[in-house]
T-cell receptor, first 111, second 113 residues
Framework: ELKVEQNPLFLSMQEGKNYTIYCNYSTTSDRLYWYRQDPGKSLESLFV?????AVKQEGRLMASLDTKARLSTLHITAAVHDLSATYFC???????????FGTGTSLTVIP | DTEVTQTPKHLVMGMTNKKSLKCEQH?????MYWYKQKAKKPPELMFVYSYEKLSINESVPSRFSPECPNSSLLNLHLHALQPEDSALYLC????????????FGPGTRLTVL
């Protein structure tokens, strides 16, 4: 059974600080996705990582993928309050052609 | 237009009621998905439709019945639900099954009394 684990599950950080969220998965995957979810809201697509070594950046967020280590990271630079949300990684594998979501990381940025 | 719409936004129903959730997209996507999400948990896949045919059913109880009338519409028919079925139900679509970003609708918040 495919497992997708995120670390940490909960993160409280001060504005202006940097931090990294980790996403580990247990089997070979072709693609990895990062989503953001605000409380009571739907999921917003942030990044799609398509190959080993892929790096994508948007504003204060940067995502990377290491398929050999089966690890993706979401790095937050100089956090601001607006980044407070739950972040999910998701992996899709050819067998079954379905998304497997990570456990989620609930991020709170404190002024 | 990268929008997936869902109706209703909120639904309260009794255990003997029959109701339906609706999802619509006009992006030309050929794969559509239903997910169930409980509070503070990741979405759980329920059903996948690919080219209007059911391709994945994740062992969902028969009180949930999906329907894909055409390539733009996806319904989820509900009957004899249990209180533990209360959750946020999310619809998503992608260009094709399992090969592209899934775009999510706003969800329907379902409460079963």
């Amino acid at each position: 059974e495919l497992k997708v684990e995120q670390n940490p599950l909960f993160l409280s950080m001060q504005e202006g600080k940097n931090y990294t969220i980790y996403c580990n998965y247990s089997t070979t995957s072709d693609r990895l996705y990062w989503y953001r979810q605000d409380p009571g809201k739907s999921l917003e697509s942030l990044f799609v990582l398509l190959s080993n070594g892929a790096v994508k950046q948007e504003g204060r967020l940067m995502a990377s993928l290491d398929t050999k280590a089966r690890l993706s990271t979401l790095h937050i630079t100089a956090a601001v309050h607006d980044l407070s949300a739950t972040y999910f990684c998701a992996v899709d594998i050819k067998t079954g052609n379905q998304f497997y979501f990570g456990t989620g990381t609930s991020l709170t940025v404190i002024p | 237009d990268t929008e997936v719409t869902q109706t209703p936004k909120h639904l309260v129903m009794g255990m003997t009621n029959k109701k339906s959730l609706k999802c619509e997209q006009h992006m030309g996507h050929r794969a559509m998905y239903w997910y169930k999400q409980k509070a503070k948990k990741p979405p759980e896949l329920m059903f996948v439709y690919s080219y209007e045919k059911l391709s994945i059913n994740e062992s969902v109880p028969s009180r949930f019945s999906p329907e894909c009338p055409n390539s733009s519409l996806l319904n989820l028919h509900l009957h004899a639900l249990q209180p533990e079925d209360s959750a946020l139900y999310l619809c998503a679509s992608s260009h094709s099954q399992g090969t592209d970003t899934q775009y999510f609708g706003p969800g329907t918040r379902l409460t079963v009394l």
